[in-house]
């Protein structure tokens, strides 16, 4: 079944705790991305990545760190985690940018 | 840098009614492509409907299609025979012709009325 897989999905952490949430995709997609989601500011792009070791700046990428070294997986960490952070996040998977994105289930973060 | 704007934070339509949700983005790109993705009290994200700009002809998919107009930089979401499984967030969303920077608007919540 093609899909977007993340984990975990619910997280609890304290405030200065490194996380990573990984990221998989099985459709062999170029295109991965992860996005924040916040009531009345809909999603807000973090970071992009358009192929393996390329990498770029969304919207809201202070306090997040991304990497691809392989063509399906794009983990998000956050190296010192504050309340600020807590937010539902969502990652999702085209073949190119502009093509339909496929979105994961979604990571509900809470940093106290 | 893009942006996107849906002014209408909440809207209600009675089953069976027709409902449109509106979308005015701003660029300076002449082509690029914009997209409705409906999110349902699962979270789960889904994808409603795709308009490419260069395409002048609207797109449609069975109940729901959109109504262009690049010049005035409207992309608006027209749902027809509305279904209660309809109820849901509806983000209207943005990314330019190389596939890089996508922008989400705020959102619209509908409620489908039996």
């Known amino acids: 079944e093609a899909q977007v897989t993340q984990n975990p999905r619910y997280l609890i952490t304290v405030t200065g705790k490194k996380l990573t949430v990984t990221c998989s995709q099985n459709?062999?997609?170029?295109?991965m991305s992860w996005y924040r989601q916040d009531p009345g500011l809909g999603l807000r792009q973090i970071y992009y990545?358009?192929?393996?070791?390329?990498?770029d700046k969304g919207d809201v990428p202070e306090g997040y760190k991304v990497s691809r070294k392989e063509k399906r997986n794009f983990p998000l960490i956050l190296e010192s985690p504050s309340p600020n952070q807590t937010s539902l996040y969502f990652c999702a998977s085209s073949f190119v940018g502009r093509d339909t994105q496929y979105f994961g289930p979604g990571t509900r973060l809470t940093v106290l | 840098a893009q942006t996107v704007t849906q002014s209408q934070p909440e809207m209600s339509v009675q089953e069976a009614e027709t409902v449109t949700l509106s979308c005015t983005y701003d660029?300076?790109?002449?082509?690029?492509?914009l997209f409705w993705y409906k999110q349902p009290p699962s979270r789960q994200m889904i994808l409603v409907i795709r308009?490419?700009?260069?395409?002048?002809q609207n797109a449609t998919e069975n109940r729901f299609s959109v109504n262009f107009q690049k010049a005035a930089k409207s992309f608006s979401l027209k749902i027809s025979d509305s279904q209660l499984g309809d109820t849901a967030m509806y983000f209207c969303a943005f990314i330019d012709n190389y596939g890089q920077n996508f922008v989400f608007g705020p959102g619209t919540r509908l409620s489908v009325l039996p």
């Open positions: 660029t300076s790109e002449s082509n690029y492509y």
């Open positions: 459709m062999n997609h170029e295109y």
């Open positions: 990545s358009m192929n393996v070791e390329v990498t």
């Open positions: 308009q490419e700009a260069y395409k002048q």
